[in-house]
């Protein structure tokens, strides 16, 4: 069981902060399990098994959730799964894959991957026209920016345009200071950061002030409008649907954690 399941997840990619997004690419396995459930509570975690043998991962590590929900929601995950094993239908899986294989050894890199995003983050660009978009931008991220101010005396500057600005060093240092030391919660947000290009977005879900629908509203508030405006092409609805299954996996983990 665990050569084929690293045969079904060993092409995805190794950097943590984009792993979550790509899809296997190698062909679809059929499912050869009965029964996908989790396990009981044992050192490290509760285990996902499959006909009661557990699930190792891509790098052969136990797959462990650190919570009994989390362990359930892979199970259905991996119970779903019909006649073939599809992991661009696996986005919980394959942010565990990232956490347990990428992260968990290594949180370092992705704490200052995600610390690079507030220095250039998505809420501080504003357009300067129309006045609708304008007014749409400051409905929905004005809040986060708000929160961050008074809840992490993280104060960012805003910027009209696409000129780079820097901001300010405490600010980005109280941002950082916000990160969490658990390196499921971790993945869960670097996987936001690179899916939103916000790493506001990423604390302020990860605080659980915001819903996360408003959240990934935020996050699309230029393309929303765009969409609006002319139409959406079918190629990149569908990519706006897998870059929401990765946001929802994500979320879910904050939840579950």
């Known amino acids: 069981m665990r050569d084929i399941f690293n045969d079904i997840f060993e092409n995805q990619p190794k950097d943590p902060m ?8 190698t062909a679809l396995r059929k499912r050869f ?15 996902l098994l499959l006909d009661g043998k557990p699930v190792m991962t891509p790098a052969r590590k ?12 892979l199970a259905g995950e991996w119970q779903a799964q019909e006649i073939e094993i599809d992991p661009a ?9 990232v956490v347990v294989d990428g992260i968990a050894p290594a949180p370092q890199a992705v704490v200052d991957e995600i610390a690079k995003y507030l220095g250039s983050d998505l809420l501080c660009y504003r ?38 600005a820097e901001q300010p060093k405490e600010a980005i240092a109280a941002g950082r200071a916000a990160l969490p030391d658990s390196a ?23 605080a659980g002030v915001f819903e996360a629908d408003a959240l990934w509203a935020a996050a699309h508030v230029d393309e929303d409008f765009q969409m609006a405006q002319w139409g959406g092409d079918e190629a990149a609805i569908e990519r706006r649907a897998a870059r929401f299954a990765e946001y929802e996996a994500a979320a879910k983990v904050l939840k579950l954690t």
């Open 18 to 25: 984009v792993s979550a997004r790509k899809g296997a690419k």
């Open 33 to 47: 399990y009965k029964e996908a459930r989790a396990g009981a509570a044992g050192e490290g975690g509760y285990p």
């Open 62 to 73: 136990p797959l462990l959730a650190p919570t009994a929900d989390l362990a359930a929601a």
């Open 89 to 97: 239908r696996m986005p919980l899986t394959r942010l565990a894959n």
């Open 127 to 164: 357009a300067d026209e129309p006045a609708a978009l304008v007014a749409r931008q400051n409905e929905l991220w004005n809040p986060v920016l708000d929160w961050a101010r008074d809840e992490l005396g993280a104060r960012f500057i805003l910027v009209e345009g696409i000129v780079f």
């Open 184 to 206: 499921w919660r971790l993945g869960a947000m670097a996987s936001v950061t690179s899916i939103t290009g916000s790493a506001l977005i990423a604390l302020a879900l990860n």
